[in-house]
């Protein structure tokens, strides 16, 4: 499985946008990049996903760099609300449809 | 919606004691996960299921066994609980198809032994 390398934790000002970088450099041409965040006491939710070109949803884009080897999340304005800890993870659309989770990055946004 | 639903929210257990949490979804999904998290740490896959009437090992699977008892239900069972399962367990859905591919969690139960 890919592995995925994240910072442990970044801070950001309430209204700022906010990027959170993902280096995945042993990516496979059928991996498809997923983000989910896990607020506090509560399971994971789902972000948005990527395999190739960048994406926009309601809520965050995704940059996926040319050569797939990392990617970066962007929340456009961060809120209170989005303080969590974010989870990049590759998942294997020929493969068995599992996800392996790293470490995360604990995203603190400050008043 | 009631999505994916764990039951207990809560458990302790003493040392050697058994146990099985529920996992079920109402989304019609075909695979389905169990996790554990520890305290600062992210999520470890247990045991999936990719479809039903199939069951495989994940990253930690010893010390459990898993049923996929039809396409809703997916249970996660402690046969001889320890501490070191001392964790949060959470249970996932997903659709297989490679063109939807978001996962939902539930809430997660709160296992602790003691």
């Known amino acids: 499985d890919a592995k995925t390398t994240q910072p442990n934790s970044m801070e950001s000002n309430e209204e700022e946008p906010v990027h959170l970088p993902c280096n995945h450099s042993t990516i496979s041409g059928t991996d498809y990049i997923h983000w989910y965040r896990q607020l506090p006491s509560q399971g994971p939710e789902y972000v948005i996903h990527g395999l190739t070109s960048n994406v926009n949803n309601r809520m965050a884009s995704l940059a996926i760099a040319e050569d797939r080897k990392s990617s970066t999340l962007i929340l456009h304005r961060a809120t209170l609300r989005d303080a969590a800890v974010y989870y990049c993870?590759?998942?294997?659309?020929?493969?068995?449809?599992?996800?392996?989770f790293g470490t995360g990055t604990r995203l603190k946004v400050l008043a | 919606n009631a999505g994916v639903t764990q039951t207990p929210k809560f458990q302790v257990l003493k040392t050697g004691q058994s146990m099985t949490l529920q996992c079920a979804q109402d989304?019609?999904?075909?695979?389905m996960y169990w996790y554990r998290q520890d305290p600062g740490m992210g999520l470890r896959l247990i045991y999936y299921?990719?479809?039903?009437?199939?069951?495989d090992k994940g990253e930690v699977p010893n010390g459990y066994n898993v049923s996929r008892l039809n396409k809703r239900e997916f249970s996660l069972r402690l046969e001889s609980a320890a501490p070191s399962q001392t964790s949060v367990y959470f249970c996932a859905s997903s659709v297989r198809d490679i063109l939807n591919t978001e996962a939902f969690f539930g809430q997660g139960t709160r296992l602790t032994v003691v």
């Open positions: 993870i590759l998942r294997d659309a020929e493969g068995t449809y599992k996800y392996i």
């Open positions: 299921s990719a479809s039903e009437g199939t069951t």
């Open positions: 989304m019609n999904h075909n695979s």
